[in-house]
């Protein structure tokens, strides 16, 4: 594992680093520019939890190179697939203005990357900055293909916080001793829940809690009295995270690339693809004190890893191989102390541009769902809840991505991959929470499997409640959307009801990613502005897969500035059919 630190002296040289970073803060590159990376998917040899193996990673390294761009730069990275495995790359919370063949997510706005195959994305960060990542989007490779995308303000421009001595860069993530491609295979094949990760792990390191890990463990230096900045990233697959330092309190002040309100805690919970900037002081006795990592886990009867990941937050002078002062997290179930971080964040500035007149009003319910088993080898099979087949579904209707990308079928007009009906209220409305039919697995299968989509008109300004549901248990999904990033106008417990639900328009966080509360909802609002085919999905891989997840297409406006352009001439194809490929070849446009 590369280290992560660093001085400002070696600033000039950032873009050749290929290493994680820590950086003394003092002046940005100039904005405007165009930074280029190399990335090769590779097979790499990795020795943990006392057992070797190799896994995917990017250039060798667990976690990937740290990505480095400024406001407005340009970001230019080619992908060569030296694997046997089809790779796409997915920079999460990045907009993707008018770049949506560019966003990642396999079969939605491209096809993967095929072994020998290379693919070269090309992007502009307008008007965003902060802390994001990237990670692979197709299969469960995003267990071990990911990395770091920080995006600087332009230069001149100051944090609206007192500028840190340093900043860390810290992903949360999960690891398995098995070959994750094959998990997949063998969760998928099961019709049954996934197998828990073998470890946590921050900064790719389990840290001292696990077996043969004493020295696999990432450790901060700090110096008494100074302020780090550390830049948290939720890069772990199927379960949401606590995170806290012993006796140390963190400020956050920013949540999925965008400022907040200064806000202090003892604790936060990330759940996958959320990111977060705390500040923290180093304002106690010299020592060593534990950063730690440890499950949120609001669902009934699943299995989880229930061992913390350690990593040292560790004062110049103090003695050294010390015992490390223990980090207090929350019992795994607390949705108070969840409710409690998501109640703190607040948009810096006040009041924000979110939409008050709706156009389009949505109401998506999300939860799992269990099929009825069809096999003949049952207990092979249909391993899910009284030997049932598990799903997911938003509204009922669990996603099957084609064999396609949804963009190039709509861009291109080729019938038969999607459909534009997705529904924008659930079938029938009852009481989601409490009186959902729980016969398992009776009443409880989604009503239809597909490629169903909903299409928006371009500047509709949309509402989108999203309700959990207990058919099979209720759960705190974390929902994602390609593409925007929206305002989170309210959120409660039970069903949604708009005479009793209160909204914050003045200044609501402005994210990408939302916890729907476990046996809640969620209110969001934006504007359909940025034409292409987004991707919707819960964050827990488990649930993405199972279904849970479906597609908005953002038609086209006026003119260029409005309108999706050209696909680049580089763009994977999928192989899936002779007749598809006369058709391809007749590349036909929308526009």
Not at 332 to 358: C, Q, Y
Not at 525 to 531: E, G, L, Q, S
Request: include cysteine.
């Amino acid at each position: 594992m590369v280290r992560f630190s660093t001085s400002l002296l070696l600033w000039a040289s950032l873009l050749l680093i290929l290493g994680y970073n820590v950086l003394v803060m003092a002046q940005w590159p100039s904005g405007g520019q165009t930074r280029f990376y190399d990335f090769k998917v590779q097979s790499t040899r990795v020795a943990k939890l006392c057992t070797s193996k190799d896994m995917v990673t990017i250039n060798g390294m667990f976690p990937g190179p740290v990505v480095y761009a400024q406001e407005d730069d340009r970001v230019i990275v080619k992908v060569t697939n030296e694997t046997p495995y089809n790779t796409t790359i997915h920079w999460h919370g990045v907009r993707q203005k008018l770049s949506c063949w560019f966003d990642g997510p396999s079969y939605i706005t491209q096809c993967p990357i095929q072994a020998g195959q290379s693919f070269t994305y090309e992007f502009t960060m307008v008007k965003q900055k902060g802390t994001f990542f990237w990670h692979a989007h197709v299969s469960w490779l995003r267990a071990t293909v990911y990395g770091a995308l920080i995006v600087y303000p332009k230069t001149g421009v100051p944090y609206p916080f007192k500028v840190p001595y340093e900043e860390h860069i810290i992903i949360l993530g999960e690891y398995w001793l098995q070959d994750v491609v094959q998990l997949e295979h063998d969760t998928a094949a099961s019709g049954g829940p996934p197998t828990p990760a073998s470890a946590f792990t921050i900064n790719g390191h389990p840290g001292p809690n696990y077996n043969c890990s004493n020295n696999d463990v990432y450790q901060i230096d700090v110096v008494s009295g100074k302020t780090y900045m550390l830049r948290l990233v939720h890069a772990g697959l199927n379960v949401e995270s606590f995170f806290a330092i012993a006796d140390h309190n963190l400020t956050i002040v920013e949540a999925d690339a965008e400022y907040t309100k200064p806000f202090t805690t003892d604790r936060v919970m990330l759940g996958p693809g959320q990111t977060m900037v705390v500040l923290v002081t180093a304002d106690q006795p010299q020592g060593k004190y534990s950063m730690a990592m440890g499950p949120y886990m609001s669902a009934k009867g699943v299995k989880f890893q229930n061992i913390s990941s350690i990593a040292y937050f560790q004062y110049l002078g103090a003695v050294p191989n010390s015992f490390s002062l223990p980090a207090k997290l929350p019992s795994f179930n607390d949705n108070l102390a969840v409710k409690t971080v998501m109640d703190g964040l607040r948009s810096l500035t006040a009041p924000v541009n979110v939409p008050r007149k709706i156009d389009s009003e949505l109401f998506v319910t999300i939860g799992l769902n269990v099929q009825k088993c069809h096999s003949k080898t049952p207990k092979k099979d249909c391993q899910g809840l009284n030997n049932g087949v598990m799903a997911a579904s938003m509204n009922n209707i669990s996603f099957v991505k084609p064999k396609v990308s949804v963009l190039e079928a709509y861009y291109k007009r080729i019938n038969g991959y999607f459909t534009e009906d997705f529904p924008k209220v659930p079938q029938k409305f009852y009481d989601f929470v409490n009186g959902a039919p729980n016969s398992i697995p009776n009443n409880t299968e989604a009503i239809s499997n597909g490629t169903r989509t909903l299409v928006l008109e371009y500047g509709t300004r949309v509402q989108l409640i999203l309700q959990d549901t207990g058919t099979v248990t209720t759960e705190n999904h974390p929902i994602h959307l390609h593409g925007y990033t929206f305002y989170v106008v309210g959120y409660g417990t039970g069903n949604y009801s708009p005479q009793n639900a209160s909204f914050n328009l003045v200044d609501p966080p402005y994210m990408n990613t939302i916890g729907v509360p476990v046996g809640g909802w969620a209110a969001i609002r934006f504007i359909a502005d940025n034409p292409g085919v987004w991707f919707m999905h819960c964050h827990l891989d488990i649930h993405q897969s199972w279904g849970l997840g479906t597609v908005l297409v953002v038609k086209n406006g006026k003119g260029k500035l409005e309108s999706l352009p050209h696909p680049p001439a580089d763009l994977p194809q999928c192989y899936v059919a002779t007749s598809f490929m006369l058709i391809r070849s007749l590349r036909i446009n929308l526009f």
